[in-house]
């Protein structure tokens, strides 16, 4: 099947479950609004599949609710980045990986940053490790598309509107097949 099929597949299929428990958007409400996000704008086509896609390790976890009420952090930005670096190279890729680390980062360094996010972030920020260090945060900031995951992230924090107009997946079609690896 063509990947971006598959994609769409899992979007659509996993998509209808709730952003996390404590949120009232759909995941893939939750991707379409980012990726609106990112193109008005005006990202990369990578950037915009990067914020479509962003939560995509999640869908792909059957037992990802489960860890989460264990108190476990599932590392879904890590099964999305190798899910997608099948297809996609970095620039798709490495904003999908650091999405989570973002957060960390930007509530180390941006004092009122932690008050943006929802209930269900705030509970993942404690799993995912808390707020960077200053060490940590300048060591992040230094990688390699750090700067795309943080865009990525402030999309994630303003993507979960309940309710909001977007367009659909195959409005995104184009900036993912554009990005595929030929
Ligand atoms: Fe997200």
Redesign the pocket.
């Known amino acids: 099947m063509d990947p971006i099929e598959r994609i769409f597949e899992v979007m659509a299929r996993g998509g209808k479950r709730l952003y996390g428990t404590r949120e009232q958007v759909t995941q893939l409400a ?1 991707g379409l609004q ?1 990726a609106t996000l990112a193109e008005r704008e005006g990202a990369s086509p990578a950037l915009v599949a990067a914020a479509l896609l ?2 995509i390790g999640h869908l792909l976890n059957p037992d990802e609710w489960a860890a989460l009420a264990r108190g476990e952090d599932a590392k879904h930005e890590i099964r999305g980045r190798d899910y997608l670096a099948q297809w996609f190279d970095d620039d798709v890729v490495m904003p999908v990986y650091w999405h989570v680390a973002a957060k960390r980062y930007l509530t180390a360094t941006e004092p009122d940053y932690f008050d943006r996010l929802s209930p269900g972030s705030v509970r993942t920020l404690e799993l995912q490790g808390g707020p960077f260090t200053a060490d940590e945060a300048a060591g992040f900031a230094a990688e390699p598309y750090a700067d795309d995951g943080v865009r990525v992230r402030r999309w ?1 924090e303003g ?1 979960k509107v309940v309710g909001a107009a977007t367009p659909d997946l195959n409005h995104f079609r184009p900036h993912l097949e554009s990005c595929l690896r030929t």
């Open positions: 939750h980012c962003h939560d994630d993507g």
